[in-house]
């Protein structure tokens, strides 16, 4: 991944336009049934290659809503498969197979911490 949108989501929309790679769905297409927008692991890039920083959360009026997640990448593929998404649900992804860039800048630990993209 990437960045993971919380369950402090409110549904605004302002996100899902942003992202240059359209890797984030609506509430109503969350494969995970959650009733918030969702960011597919295996597509996002956290805009390596489009923007300075993600553009998701650089649009997100939610405070600390988007948050660092693990890379996805080969390392870390068990991390999608097991029960992290929000309430100890499984992430979905459309190619598990595929790898994405990520930022180097970010460390492991913050990632884990689910660190805000964004910070005040
Ligand atoms: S970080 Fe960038 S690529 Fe990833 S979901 Fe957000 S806008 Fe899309
Ligand atoms: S901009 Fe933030 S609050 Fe709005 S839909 Fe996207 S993640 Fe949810």
Redesign the pocket.
């Known amino acids: 991944m ?2 993971v949108i919380g369950d402090t989501c409110i549904n605004c929309a302002a ?1 899902i336009d ?4 359209e ?2 769905v609506d509430e109503d297409d969350n494969p995970t049934g959650e009733e918030c927008y969702y ?1 597919y692991p295996d ?5 390596v290659g ?2 300075d920083e ?4 650089e649009a997100c009026p939610t405070e600390g809503c ?1 948050t660092w997640d693990m890379p996805f990448t080969a390392e870390y593929k068990s991390y999608f498969e097991g029960d992290n998404y929000h309430d100890e649900k499984p992430y979905v992804c459309e190619d598990c197979d595929t790898e994405q860039p990520f930022r180097e800048d970010i460390s492991i630990e913050d990632r884990q911490a689910h660190k805000p ?1 964004v910070e005040d």
């Open positions: 990437a960045v996100c942003e992202c240059p790679v890797a984030i960011v597509k996002c890039v956290e805009c489009h923007f993600p553009a998701c959360a988007i993209v």
